[in-house]
Antibody
């Protein structure tokens, strides 16, 4: 059974930094691209970033490009999101999501999701 | 950016009725790379449909997806009590990946 467990969310001041982690189990981690998707309170879903199975390709939404960095450690089966220069509009639940194995580069949908971790940025 | 517009915003129906949800894209979605998700309060989204019409593992056959180009539809043939939730579409034919704003299916 696929399990994705996010951690690292908390209350942080505007301009601050935070690193989210997602511990993955139950599947061949290195074979799957992974992604972060966020949801502001009471709002819809917004794709944030994705990374290929090898870690060699990364993708970002314009809203976070230059501020957020996605990475992965296959030895630990863990996905990360380093978030810098945080803004109030980054306040959201951040979900870690698995992309099906064999997906074409950048052509990602999400077949498993974690429970999410809440990031609150105070201004 | 391929903007997805979902309609209606809210659908009020009774159990046993048929639900038809629309997702319209501002640009053609290549290869019918369109997915649908269901989300209940306090839970993460759950994948229902990918490739516009393929059901994900374990999804009941009362859920079906159709469409191509810019117009896509999710149909729930007979609503069960557990189907009342919010539904999102997502296109993955081009970057950035984008989601629609959601349709809430509520009990009438």
């Amino acid at each position: 059974e696929v399990q994705l467990l996010e951690s690292g969310g908390c209350l942080v001041q505007s301009g601050g930094s935070l690193r989210l982690s997602c511990a993955a189990s139950g599947f061949a981690f290195s074979s799957c691209a992974m992604s972060w998707v966020r949801q502001a309170p009471g709002k819809g879903l917004e794709w944030v970033s994705a990374i290929s199975g090898s870690g060699g390709s990364t993708y970002y939404a314009d809203s976070v490009k230059g501020r957020f960095t996605i990475s992965r450690d296959s030895s630990k089966n863990t996905l990360y999101l380093q978030m810098n220069s945080l803004r109030a509009e980054d306040t959201a639940v951040y979900y870690c999501a698995q992309v099906p194995a064999g997906a074409r580069p950048g052509r990602f949908y999400f077949d498993s999701w974690g429970q999410g971790t809440l990031v609150t940025v105070s201004s | 950016e391929n903007v997805l517009t979902q309609s209606p915003g809210t659908l009020s129906l009774s159990p046993g009725e048929r639900a038809t949800l629309s997702c319209r894209a501002s640009q053609s979605v290549s290869n019918t790379y369109l997915a649908w998700y269901q989300q209940k309060p306090g839970q993460p989204p759950r994948l229902l449909i990918y490739g516009a019409s393929s059901r994900a593992t374990g999804i009941p056959d009362r859920f079906s997806g159709s469409g191509s180009g810019t117009d896509f539809t999710l149909t729930i043939s007979r609503l069960e009590p557990e189907d009342f939730a919010v539904y999102f579409c997502q296109q993955y034919g081009s970057l950035p990946l984008t989601f629609g704003g959601g349709t809430k299916v509520e009990i009438k």
